[in-house]
């Protein structure tokens, strides 16, 4: 007879669905040129026509923190990241769930979060560098996993 003290409890709630970003062909375009000059310039380039596009602040942050520039970093990381929650949420997403990163549409989004992270750590923001690599993870252990 089970006195209940060692079962586990069950969420018996679903999971929500997973948010698939829409892609976004041009800005995919520009981006992918960008990649290939390789400069900030090419990235900014895209960052300012395509403002919404967490993909295109994406390098830029990651460039940033190579640079040993992590408040720059972080201003572009924040920027991506915000800019991905506003697309997020227009696309039902609730604050919570699955965004996975098998869907290349997501991965500007997830590589803006992991360098908030990073940039955040770097300056001293522990709490909310922590807070980040945890939403990362929620989000998808394989995007931390591939990020990290």
């Known amino acids: 007879m089970s006195n209940g003290l060692n079962e586990v409890m069950q969420n018996l709630l679903p999971e929500p669905p997973a948010t698939r970003l829409p892609a976004d062909a041009e800005a995919d375009q520009a981006l992918a040129a960008a990649a290939i000059a ?67 549409a997501n991965q500007g989004f997830l590589r803006c979060l992991h360098a908030l992270s990073q940039a955040a750590a770097t300056i001293g923001e522990a709490d909310e560098a922590a807070r980040c690599a945890q939403f990362l993870r929620d989000s998808d252990p394989a995007a931390a996993d591939a990020l990290t």
Do not use: F, I
């Not at 942050?61 to 990241?81: F, I, K, S």
């Open 38 to 104: 390789g400069t900030d310039e090419a990235y900014k380039a895209v960052a300012a026509k395509y403002p919404a596009y967490s993909a295109a602040w994406a390098p830029l942050a990651a460039n940033a923190l190579a640079e040993g520039e992590p408040v720059t970093a972080y201003a572009y990381a924040r920027t991506g990241y915000h800019r991905g929650l506003d697309a997020l949420r227009r696309n039902g997403w609730k604050g919570h769930g699955p965004v996975p990163w098998s869907h290349e």
